[in-house]
Structures are given as C-alpha cells and as structure tokens.
C-alpha cells in the first residue's frame, strides 16, 4: 500500500522545537519532492517547505526561513522537516506530500498529518 505517514507533531511553547517526519511506504522516495504544507485554523493552506527529488534544491516559505531545516533521508525513506524557533503563528496541521518538483502543481500523494501546536 503507497502511503506517507507524518509524525513528530505536538504541542510546545514559543522558542521550542519539533522535528516532523514523512515516511513512505510502498515506493521508493527517491526521484520525487516532498512539500511540506500546513493548514492553520481560519487561514488558508501555506506552502512550508519542499526538497527535491535529489535533494540539492531546498524552498522555504519568507515566514520560516532561518528556523525551519527540510532534509531526507534515502536510506530510511523519509522526509524530515526541523522546526526550531517555533512561534504561535507555527500553529496548524502539518501535511506532507509527493510531488514530481517542488514546481508542480499535481499532488502524487497526500499524508494525513501531523498537528502542531505552539502556545504558552
């Protein structure tokens, strides 16, 4: 069964830290990006953080950049996301999914997330 499975969510104060994972199941990661979107409560979903399929290339969203580390891991065939510095506004549920690029628009695959909550 083809599944990407999120994990690493919870709940933190202002300045903590998480490290989110995507592990898939089924197929290789290797040769497709992962993006990483979040969902906050009342807004609208946000593009977080993408890899490419090689790695090399990196995307961060202007409100993550400088906190958050996007990196795979072939060998373990998951994604991880390390979210440091976190704020309030970090808030939501984390999704991550496949694509063929970071450009794409055409989600492969979707995980069921991860829920996120910072507040002190």
């Known amino acids: 069964q083809v599944q990407l499975v999120e994990s690493g969510g919870g709940s933190v104060q202002p300045g903590g830290s998480l490290r989110l994972s995507c592990a898939a199941s089924?197929?290789?990661?290797?040769?497709?990006?992962i993006d990483w979107l979040r969902q906050a409560p009342g807004k609208k979903q946000e593009g977080v953080s993408c890899i490419s399929g090689s790695g090399g290339s990196t995307k961060y969203a202007d409100s993550v950049k400088g906190r958050f580390t996007i990196s795979r891991d072939s060998a373990k065939n998951t994604a991880y996301l390390q979210m440091n510095s976190l704020k309030p506004e970090d808030t939501g549920v984390y999704f991550c999914v496949l694509k063929f690029s970071c450009g794409a628009d055409a989600v492969l695959q979707w995980g069921k997330g991860t829920t996120v909550s910072v507040s002190s």
């Open positions: 089924g197929f290789t990661l290797d040769s497709y990006a």
